[in-house]
């Protein structure tokens, strides 16, 4: 409302300054009403300075000037059918000859009412018809210049729609009085969402969520007692496999300014006590709407926090190696303005940023843009078009990993202020490019002497750059997983736990692409127990170790320096091709390669033995390129 009622005065100081003082009409009494409207105007009584301008051009009916802000102050109300009621009088009262000041200001008046009315086809005739009676200051002015660029934006969008068709949620979901903010899990099984009974101030915001069984969606349940309290608990953001929980709080004893971001885990099927996320994350100002990365590294919200670029701005946290959070870092122009960004969501391949922004051209109120994540930065940011957005807000968009479904908030006004809001959803359209198709995999890690669920640790690592995409835990409850990745990566996954023998994968060549029931058997340390080193790649009848062995590598130095007390023996294998005395030197190289490469990095050769035993041991026959590859390999036993 803030926002609407700045708008306002600052068109009518535009739609007066160049007249001064001076009037229409010379009815001291209407002139009186008018002058007294201007008063509850300044501060900010909408109703009563409406009734006064009313009460002036009733009084004299050639009071332009009154028509002029009664249409405004209606129009910044939400009242579009009244503006333009009352702006038709004042253009029927102008003679045929009359002022194109006033012939302008109440066609732009007509104007703003039909983009607020989302008809925009009848927007763009009238501002047609407009712009010759506009006066030159006018049209040099920010104002004019910015609705110039909405205007085309309209244009080429009403020109060229986006087919989707936009459904409320049905029952049991919708069936509070706001619910919005809506995220689902990777596998797009559980929606959670905030919910609130009415807008007084007892009617505090709480976390709900909701579960897809087939067609429909269960009855909303509170997500926890130990996050939903007495406080104002919101917007929240969770990790892909949906047992990480960052959320919004607002005034707690343990808050740094009005709403914080905390965060919990849950952890064998409970949700933990939530933690503050502390002042690289919280200002003493608002923070809130948060979007964490598919791999839990990064975090994206909304803060109105004064070293932005103005207004509220978005910005980002990433989780550090000790798994604390950096100071946040503001996301520059490319993608902030002077007004509002908000509602951040980073799509589940990283690549794509979705915000909500009222500063950057659009179609009216908040509108939805994307911004593509570079090397560089972000990309100047596009807006998504029409029917996404239209002259409502549009707020929180959430697109499933699986790219099937958007869904979004849509919001019911009364009077200018929200009345109700409601979760929507459309297909997502085909034709918006998301970068990189998504790779979901799904399993469980058990203890493979027992049967037991572990909670071990899984990192997806793109094995060319040597860089974590994602790391996070196995549910200790029942050992389950969700893993989401970006199809192009060659990765590799890891899977640790202290205590026990690591598990190494290569994604393509163990074909872990999109599977589903994975089980992960982890064996506890003991002499004599082994596991196959993978991700450790030699050119062809090379030794030396390629970059993208390096962190491989680096997870053998990890589990050596966290048991201290394990020896290794390192063997190295190849297929057959090649005569036996050959292959027994070469893969005693190779395995020489991996031994250095760790007394390079401080591990005692003490604990370290090297063996070749050439092809005399394939796990595979040697009878396709495929399965020579597996035997090319590296082993490691415990001594």
Known sequence: MLRKFLILISFVSLCFQAMGQEFSIIDKKAIKYFEEGNAFLQRKQLPEAGEKYKAAYERSTDFYEAYLKHAQVLLSSGMTEEALSVTRKGQSRLPIKANDFFKGKLAWIETQIYLAQGKFQLALDTFDATHQFLAEDFLESADYLEKLQQFKIIAEGIKNPISISKKRLSGPLNQFKLQYFPVLTADGKRLFFTKRDGMSAKQDEDIYFSDHNGDTWSSPESISELINTRY???????????????????????????????????????????????????????????SLSADGSLLFFSSNRPEGEGGIDIWVSER???????????????????????????FFNNTVLFFASDGHPGFGAKDIFRSSIGRTGFGKPSNMGFPINDQKDQLALFITAQKDFAYYTENSYYQGKVDSSFLYRFEFPKEIDLGHELVVTRGKVINEETGEAVEAILSLVDLERDSTLYSFKSDGKDGAFTMIYPEKEKTGLYVEKEGYMPKIYNVDRDS????????????PIASGKHFIFENVFFDFDKSILKKASISSLKKLKKFLLAHPGVNLLIVGHTDNIGDLEYNSELSLRRARSVKEYLLQEGISEARLKIEGRGSTAPIQPNDTEENRALNRRIEVFIL
């Open 232 to 290: 104002n608990e919101g917007t929240c953001t969770i990790s892909a496999d949906g047992n990480l929980l960052i959320f919004t709080s607002c005034n707690t004893p343990a808050s740094h300014g009005s709403c914080d971001l905390y965060i919990t885990a849950r952890v064998e099927g409970q949700w933990q006590s939530p933690v503050n996320m502390g002042r690289n994350v919280n200002t003493r100002f608002w923070e809130s709407q948060p």
């Open 320 to 346: 550090l190696e000790d798994g604390t959070w950096s100071k946040a870092k503001n996301l520059g122009p490319n993608v902030n303005t002077q007004k509002d960004e908000v509602s951040p969501f980073i």
């Open 512 to 523: 872990l692409r999109n599977k589903v029931g994975f089980q992960i058997l982890l064996e």
